[in-house]
């Protein structure tokens, strides 16, 4: 029983490490600083660009953890740099966790858990929790954007 156990959960611990890492490796490698330079040049709202570089990370590779823990550590220096309130602060790691649950699909590993467990085949769970996860994601944003402007 141990050992049918240690599976599922070996996975979830090694690319949770992983995302830490690789956080750790883009953090060293001052690629948050451009990206900050870069944010500020574009004039991109940084709660905006939270959400959209975890939507794309999500997208890309699959792991709300990896996405929210990459997105967190390019988004340091900008947020660090910009002077936020704590609440605004709140508000963009909340947007990051909002954009790094979206779209759901088959490079996830969760996408797999609940289609499987649910005895929904692909399609079925694209229709289903693919599109819960982009609407859950959209609306986490869209509430965080309100705490945001009134914070």
Same mark, same amino acid.
């Given at each position: 029983?141990? @050992?049918?156990?240690? !599976?599922?959960?070996?996975?979830?611990?090694?690319?949770?490490?992983? *995302?830490?890492?690789?956080?750790?490796?883009?953090? /060293?490698?001052?690629?948050? =600083?451009?990206?900050? =330079?870069?944010? %500020?040049?574009?004039?991109?709202?940084?709660? $905006?660009?939270?959400? $959209?570089?975890?939507?794309?990370?999500?997208?890309?590779? *699959?792991?709300?953890? #990896?996405?929210?823990?990459?997105?967190?550590?390019?988004?340091?220096?900008? #947020?660090? %740099?910009?002077?936020?309130?704590?609440?605004?602060? /709140?508000?963009?790691?909340? /947007?990051?966790?909002? !954009?790094?649950?979206? /779209?759901?699909?088959?490079? @996830?590993?969760?996408?797999? $858990?609940?289609?499987?467990?649910?005895?929904? =085949?692909?399609?079925?769970?694209?229709?289903?929790?693919?599109?819960?996860?982009?609407?859950?994601?959209?609306? !986490?944003?869209?509430?965080?954007?309100?705490?945001?402007?009134?914070?």
């Amino acid at each position: 029983m141990l @050992d049918s156990a240690l !599976g599922p959960v070996c996975s979830v611990i090694l690319i949770t490490g992983a *995302g830490g890492m690789f956080g750790g490796v883009l953090r /060293a490698s001052g690629i948050g =600083d451009a990206l900050s =330079d870069s944010l %500020a040049w574009i004039g991109l709202p940084i709660i $905006l660009a939270a959400y $959209l570089i975890a939507v794309i990370l999500r997208v890309a590779q *699959g792991s709300a953890t #990896v996405a929210l823990v990459t997105t967190a550590g390019l988004m340091a220096p900008a #947020v660090l %740099a910009g002077g936020f309130s704590p609440l605004e602060i /709140a508000a963009i790691t909340l /947007a990051s966790a909002a !954009g790094s649950v979206f /779209a759901s699909h088959v490079n @996830d590993s969760g996408f797999w $858990l609940v289609g499987r467990l649910m005895g929904m =085949d692909v399609k079925t769970t694209l229709k289903t929790w693919t599109v819960q996860q982009s609407l859950e994601s959209v609306a !986490g944003f869209g509430l965080t954007l309100l705490v945001f402007w009134i914070g």
